[in-house]
């Protein structure tokens, strides 16, 4: 039996060659190991620090506190050149007021800010660094948008949805299949500004329901996935 961390890196192939069944996050990024045994798609290991726990009572929604503030558009990232996307639709926004938070470090960041300092977008963009509990952040923000280039997964996503926010994010695997293509969020294909531009408009002016958003994120939560695995143990013990 093989467990996919949210975490693994390289190829699993050897791995693979040896599991009667597997256990991975997402359909898409269990591809690789389609063909080689019976794959269960929804078992996932949270590393500690990210564990989502969304509590949720049927037919209930859960008042998740929120900061009052301007209409602020989150992006989580690692200063990586993805962001210089959100900055570039961010600033042909007509929404008077809104403001853009960049969360993360990385080697981009400089260039990051200069190219904000020319577009003229000056206070209306922060840049937080590295953020050790962004739940505050995603209290705060009404939007959040991921302009990745590539995302095999997309915990940014995963917590963005829990706290009920709107998410808007560019045509890539992880969060496409999270976001279940487009029905939980808005994706937009990669690399086009206007429609990025759009769609955090569309998302401003109308944030919708967050409950379908919170219940969508509980599919990715530990509890879920560990009771897939214990489906998964148990299946196996039975037919030893």
């Known amino acids: 039996m093989l467990f996919r961390s949210v975490k693994s890196e ?7 060659e040896r599991a009667d069944r597997i256990i991975n996050l997402l359909r898409n990024d269990a591809h690789a190991a389609m063909g080689h045994g019976e794959l269960s798609a929804s078992g996932l290991e949270m590393p500690a620090e990210s564990l989502i726990r969304v509590e949720l ?27 210089r996307s959100a900055a570039e639709a961010f600033a042909r926004l007509m929404t008077p007021g809104a403001r853009l938070m960049i969360a993360g470090e990385g080697p981009e960041r400089s260039r990051l800010e200069a190219r904000t300092a ?25 939007v959040m948008a991921v302009p990745s280039r590539t995302e095999a997964f997309g915990m940014a996503v ?8 709107p998410v808007v994010a560019t045509a890539c695997e992880g969060p496409m299949e999270i976001l279940d293509n487009g029905t939980f969020g808005q994706v937009v294909p990669k690399g086009d500004t206007q429609a990025m531009t759009d769609a955090l408009e569309r998302a401003l002016e109308d944030p919708h329901d967050p409950l379908p958003r919170i219940q969508r ?13 214990e489906r998964l143990v148990d299946a196996v013990a039975t037919r030893t």
């Open 10 to 16: 390289g190829s699993i192939e050897p791995d693979v």
């Open 158 to 165: 995963v917590e963005a949805l829990a706290h009920g926010l």
């Open 217 to 229: 994120a509980s599919c990715f939560s530990f509890e879920e996935g560990f009771a897939e695995w």
């Open 57 to 83: 009572r049927k037919g209930k929604k859960v008042e998740t506190p929120r900061i009052e503030t301007a209409d602020e558009i989150l992006c989580v990232a690692t200063g990586c050149p993805m962001e």
């Open 118 to 142: 020319e577009l003229g977008l000056g206070e209306r963009v922060t840049f937080l660094g590295q953020v050790a509990d962004p739940s505050s952040l995603y209290r705060q923000a009404r």
